[in-house]
């Protein structure tokens, strides 16, 4: 009989965190004599020493590119010695492949799949004692994807997939009273939109059951509501009638939702008078499911933008942010869940990988400007403890699948110490997004500038459902092009003052003075037809992507050619800026 105990828990993270940096060279030193004997480590001239100092004399500091020929000969297979890892490399991970267009291939072994479930387990105990939940079920977005194998024998999908397929996964659900209110054929569906509906159901079927929602991304429970909009009638009927929508046609799927299903008027009769007393679904989610706690998936970075959607279905529900980490592996638990997701801090669990942080220190004369489009100066990384509170990073990540001193490429500040290990708050992805000239502009600095010109959509209560944006080359000069998909139709004035609000709201330096002596264009505001984003979910998913793992891609480069087309091919609306006076 497995014992489970949240308390236990709790106990040991706070002993993992008070000496943190002890904790730190101890993992350093495993990973090192697990892989000691692989190629990577043996060409360094690490000569099996173990100690932080020397590694970080004989190993570079590295980005995905640098370790892609490494990764690429485990894929196909060509050699049976060790290369990154001594221990066999179980599985191939694949990034979303949002940002270029094609996902990054990752090793996978059984220590990420360790150090997955100490993430879930840890930032559940925290968020339990805050909010505690009974005995029942999630209503989980949750989805894998497509697999296949590679010419070395290994199966390849998504890091989620990779978890989902764990024998362990299923065993920790269970332990952190988390189990799916979806039986397993859904998850493991061939078809999303299948899988979709049947997880709406399942979650209505069980509405008195469901304690919390969740799912990977933000994104993704918003997405699962706004087709419940859609089709909340057909769910009411299959469950009025017992009869599973004909929609579902994937034998597996029918078969197992079949089974949960009989004829249950009352149950519909209460859906229906629920949903047609609602306010343009406001707070659906509480009225539907009455003993949900919270909702809960990863909020921060380019999640931001779907909190206020998110919002508004989830009415008086707090929202909680999941944890901190990426397809390479995890780095920290949010154990403060009553923050707000905007400020959600998250504690990195020290024996679950060696970090580092470069530390980011803003140009004389820009410490105060309100963008974070700016060129950082780099130092020498430092260790996990010795990182201090305000200051601004980049996470370098060691793990045990055999990622050595890996740029993540995010900007973290530090928030404050868990006894002695640091509280993250992410900030943005550092790679720039938009640049022509000397104009500097991140994901994070979109989305301020998205999100001041779509206050003018507020008083004609329209909404934008998603953005990207492109760096138009063809015209000269170069300008900026924003894509927006909107809820309804707006009127040109509006959108035309959107649009120069959108130029004006870029306050990078370099690109202000860039538009003010026409080196960049006006900006270009293409208003794109309704669905357009959702036939852009499709392709990915159409490549293997899973949808709990997606994420609308916020700059969309020559790179990524065929979503570029997909944009181009749907825009029903153009505007110009007329802000600079050109």
């Known amino acids: 009989m ?23 060279r101890e993992t350093l030193r495993k990973i090192l004599e697990q892989n000691g004997d692989a190629e990577y480590l043996q060409n360094l001239g690490l000569g099996g020493r173990t100690d932080p100092e020397s590694f970080k004399a004989c190993v570079p500091l590295v980005t995905h590119e640098d370790l892609e020929p490494y990764i690429r000969r485990i894929v196909e297979g060509e050699v049976t010695s060790p290369i990154l890892t001594g221990k066999p490399i179980t599985s191939i991970s694949l990034s979303s492949g949002t940002t270029q267009g094609k996902p990054k291939f990752l090793p996978f072994n059984e220590e990420l799949v360790q150090s997955t479930m100490q993430i879930y387990r840890t930032s559940f105990a925290f968020r339990n004692r805050e909010y505690p939940i009974g005995n029942g079920k999630a209503l989980q977005f949750i989805y894998s994807s497509k697999q296949f194998k590679t010419n070395g024998g290994l199966t390849a999908t998504t890091a989620t997939t990779n978890v989902y397929r764990s024998e362990q996964f299923k065993c920790t659900m269970e332990d952190i009273q988390s189990q799916c209110c979806s039986p ?13 509906y049947c997880h709406l159901l399942c979650g209505l079927i069980y509405s008195a059951e469901v304690q919390f929602i969740s799912s990977t991304f933000a994104h993704s429970i918003v997405h699962a509501f706004r087709m419940f909009e859609l089709v909340w009638e057909d769910l009411c009927s299959d469950i009025r009638h017992g009869v599973l929508s004909s929609r579902i046609t994937v034998p597996s799927i029918r078969a197992a939702v079949c089974k949960l299903l009989s004829p249950n008027p009352t149950l519909a009769d209460s859906i229906y008078k629920k949903c047609v007393g609602l306010s343009s679904w ?69 024996n679950i990988g060696y970090f580092e942080f470069i530390p980011l220190e803003r140009p004389e004369g820009q410490e105060l400007e309100n963008s974070n489009s700016v060129h950082y100066i780099e130092s020498e990384p430092v260790g996990l403890t010795e990182v201090e509170v305000g200051k ?8 045990f699948a055999g990622l050595y001193r890996y740029r993540l490429g995010d900007v973290v500040k530090v928030a404050g110490f868990h006894n002695s290990t640091p509280e993250l708050q992410f900030i943005c992805r550092r790679s720039l997004l938009l640049s022509i000239n000397i104009d500097k502009n991140t994901e994070r600095d979109l989305q301020l500038a998205v999100e001041e010109a ?37 009127s040109e004035e509006v959108l035309s003052s959107c649009c120069n609000c959108l130029d004006l709201a870029f306050v990078d330096a370099g690109y202000a003075s860039s538009r003010k002596v026409r080196a960049i264009g006006p ?19 159409g490549l293997g992507a899973a949808v709990s793992q997606f994420k609308t891609p916020r700059f969309v480069g020559p790179s990524n050619s065929n979503v570029l087309q997909i944009l181009c091919r749907n825009v029903s609306e153009s505007y110009f800026s007329t802000a600079y006076g050109c």
């Open 2 to 24: 497995r014992v489970f105990s949240l308390e236990s828990v709790i106990e040991e993270f706070e002993t993992l965190t008070k000496d943190a940096g002890h904790v730190q």
């Open 184 to 196: 397993d054929e859904v998850i493991f569906s061939p078809d999303f939109h299948q899988s979709l």
């Open 282 to 350: 406001y707070g659906v989610i509480p009225e539907l499911w009455p003993n949900a706690k919270y909702v809960y998936g990863i909020m921060t970075g380019s999640m931001e933008p779907y909190l206020k959607k998110l919002r508004h279905y989830a009415g008086s529900l707090p929202l909680m942010s999941a944890d901190y980490g990426s397809s390479e592996g995890w780095i920290a638990a949010n154990v403060n869940p009553g923050l707000p997701p905007e400020f959600a801090t998250f504690a990195v669990l020290p």
């Open 392 to 399: 601004e990073y980049e996470t370098v990540l060691t793990t």
């Open 454 to 490: 779509s206050k003018l959509l507020a008083a004609e209560k329209l909404e934008i459902v998603d953005f990207t944006s492109h760096v138009d080359l063809s015209t000269d000069p170069g300008h900026y092009v924003i894509f927006w998909e909107l809820s309804s139709d707006a």
């Open 523 to 541: 900006l270009e505001l293409r208003v794109l037809r309704k669905g357009t984003f959702q036939k852009i979910l499709d392709h990915y998913l």
